[in-house]
T-cell receptor, first 117, second 116 residues
């Protein structure tokens, strides 16, 4: 079974430029998450999708960050304009939503490391 | 208040020894799940073990076990017989509620270094 795919793995940009990250979840996983992980910290949820609808985007800085999951499969996270403090690893994860009780384990991609100069 | 607290920034252990990584959590929801993930230097988050709030027994997965003390709100990870490949960041995480498809809240992590 293919895992969560993310690209690009690495990106270096100047502040005020824009960047986009792409994520393709595990086939059949209805729920998709974007997390931001700043160096030395734990992942912080930016946005969660259920199919193509937003479940939680309360921690997404909406003045500069946007995300979409148009067909309920792959997703794009965009930052425009980037700030120095956006330097982080952006992790995409997916999970299987059965509607009932299961572990709810999240499956993560390898992440996209962003450096803003 | 922090939902997940990991107080050990770094831990050091010798090969073949056991090590305990601490995690305390805070929630008022009676139903929740606790997870441990491993993050090697490559960056990918690897799921290790899960404990549900209503599980009567501590979870075990191979060399990993979870010491679940509900009254103390702690969920420590025990790694037995450490190996060099266990060197990584370890994150404790919590899902509030009993529904899959709920986002996880992560702690700040503990760096484990295993030496020969």
């Amino acid at each position: 079974e293919a895992g969560v795919a993310q690209s690009p793995r690495y990106k270096i940009i100047e502040k005020r430029q824009s960047v986009a990250f792409w994520c393709n979840p595990i086939s059949g996983h209805a729920t998709l998450y974007w997390y931001q992980q700043i160096l030395g910290q734990g992942p912080k949820l930016l946005i969660q999708f259920q199919n193509n609808g937003v479940v939680d985007d309360s921690q997404l800085p909406k003045d500069r960050f946007s995300a979409e999951r148009l067909k309920g499969v792959d997703s794009t996270l965009k930052i425009q304009p980037a700030k120095l403090e956006d330097s982080a690893v952006y992790l995409c994860a997916s999970s299987f939503f059965s509607g009932g009780l299961n572990t709810g384990e999240l499956f993560f991609g390898e992440g996209s490391r962003l450096t803003v100069l | 208040a922090q939902k997940i607290t990991q107080t050990q920034p770094g831990m050091f252990v010798q090969e073949k020894e056991a090590v305990t990584l601490d995690c305390t959590y805070d929630t008022s929801d009676p139903s929740y799940g606790l997870f441990w993930y491993k993050q090697p230097s490559s960056g990918e988050m690897i799921f290790l073990i899960y404990q549900g709030s209503y599980d009567q027994q501590n979870a075990t997965e191979g060399r990993y076990s979870l010491n679940f003390q509900k009254a103390r709100k702690s969920a420590n990870l025990v790694i037995s017989a450490s190996q060099l490949g266990d060197s990584a960041m370890y994150f404790c995480a919590m899902r509030e509620g009993d529904q899959a498809g709920t986002a996880l809240i992560f702690g700040k992590g503990t760096t484990l270094s295993v030496s020969s």
